[in-house]
């Protein structure tokens, strides 16, 4: 998705200062909790999603389009937004916009083959009940995530995230980036978390009195630099500047944490202020 916007930025290469059009959208779904939601993000843009009490789905997008004239940001603008799909127990987020040549195909047949794949951003803010399983695709942008519990698979190409974990099945993989792993509670209340990053550096801050089984390693270049002392190796084994394998507390659910070349920090999570 980056590349053919990066295409298309050199073959419209001008001189001629871009205008821009932002908008805002919000659409709000009845949704209880324990169902999937489905959030596949824009190529460029931020995802911030947070759990609360409720059984709605609440989306708030900035749409963000830039062009050389104002005809041509007016059909960008146009096509540029998100779809929602949703049934008892499945929503479905999806951007759509010049990158998507079904989609123009569909809703705008006579959309010029020079404005394809031509730039743009959409920014969410997407609150979900707290026991929701969820699916996130991103591209390139922030990815913020706290107060979810449920099954979570996160694929993001590159991204400044921050990760605030309470209990699920979590399963992330990012491209390349900064990223931040909060572990909330002392006890993880479900199966495993396990986070890998391929290029960057990753922070893991996890709280007094951790009850886990733990690993860390660095697969290439980095190293580990571990400050949280509650942490033990297995037996017969030690821990070192690429792998640490062993457990806190009495053991309990897996947290896995995987950098491919980067640095991998482990530290002990403040308290909240009182």
């Given at each position: 998705?980056?590349?053919?916007?990066?295409?298309?930025?050199?073959?419209?290469?001008?001189?001629?200062?871009?205008?821009?059009?932002?908008?805002?959208?919000?659409?709000?779904?009845?949704?209880?909790?324990?169902?999937?939601?489905?959030?596949?993000?824009?190529?460029?843009?931020?995802?911030?999603?947070?759990?609360?009490?409720?059984?709605?789905?609440?989306?708030?997008?900035?749409?963000?389009?830039?062009?050389?004239?104002?005809?041509?940001?007016?059909?960008?603008?146009?096509?540029?937004?998100?779809?929602?799909?949703d049934s008892l127990s499945q929503l479905r987020i999806t951007s759509v916009g010049t990158h998507d040549k079904k989609y123009l195909?569909?809703?705008?047949?006579?959309?010029?083959?020079?404005?394809?794949?031509?730039?743009?951003?959409?920014?969410?803010?997407?609150?979900?009940?707290?026991?929701?399983?969820?699916?996130?695709?991103?591209?390139?942008?922030?990815?913020?995530?706290?107060?979810?519990?449920?099954?979570?698979?996160?694929?993001?190409?590159?991204?400044?995230?921050?990760?605030?974990?309470?209990?699920?099945?979590?399963?992330?993989?990012?491209?390349?980036?900064?990223?931040?792993?909060?572990?909330a509670t002392r006890s993880w209340r479900g199966r495993f978390a396990e986070i890998q990053l391929a290029q960057g550096n990753l922070?893991?801050?996890?709280?007094?009195?951790?009850?886990?089984?733990?690993?860390?390693?660095?697969?290439?270049?980095?190293?580990?630099?571990?400050?949280?002392?509650?942490?033990?190796?297995?037996?017969?084994t030690k821990f070192t500047d690429k792998g640490m394998t062993g457990k806190a507390g009495n053991g309990g659910a897996d947290l896995?944490?995987?950098?491919?070349?980067?640095?991998?920090?482990?530290?002990?999570?403040?308290?909240?202020?009182?």
């Amino acid at each position: 998705m980056l590349l053919s916007a990066n295409i298309f930025a050199q073959k419209h290469k001008t001189s001629k200062p871009l205008l821009k059009q932002t908008k805002f959208k919000t659409e709000k779904i009845d949704f209880g909790a324990g169902g999937t939601i489905t959030v596949t993000g824009a190529p460029s843009g931020s995802i911030q999603i947070e759990g609360w009490n409720k059984n709605e789905v609440e989306v708030n997008a900035e749409i963000i389009v830039k062009a050389t004239n104002e005809k041509d940001l007016n059909m960008i603008a146009a096509v540029c937004g998100f779809a929602i799909e949703d049934s008892l127990s499945q929503l479905r987020i999806t951007s759509v916009g010049t990158h998507d040549k079904k989609y123009l195909k569909k809703v705008a047949r006579k959309f010029p083959k020079r404005l394809r794949n031509a730039p743009f951003r959409i920014n969410y803010k997407i609150k979900v009940p707290i026991f929701s399983d969820l699916i996130i695709d991103g591209g390139q942008g922030d990815l913020n995530l706290a107060m979810v519990e449920g099954t979570m698979r996160i694929n993001f190409l590159k991204s400044n995230a921050k990760l605030n974990l309470i209990g699920g099945t979590v399963q992330a993989t990012i491209g390349a980036g900064n990223v931040d792993v909060t572990i909330a509670t002392r006890s993880w209340r479900g199966r495993f978390a396990e986070i890998q990053l391929a290029q960057g550096n990753l922070n893991v801050w996890l709280p007094q009195n951790l009850h886990a089984n733990f690993s860390a390693k660095v697969l290439r270049n980095g190293k580990i630099s571990n400050s949280y002392k509650m942490l033990k190796p297995k037996r017969r084994t030690k821990f070192t500047d690429k792998g640490m394998t062993g457990k806190a507390g009495n053991g309990g659910a897996d947290l896995s944490f995987t950098v491919g070349d980067g640095q991998l920090k482990i530290g002990n999570l403040k308290p909240a202020a009182k």
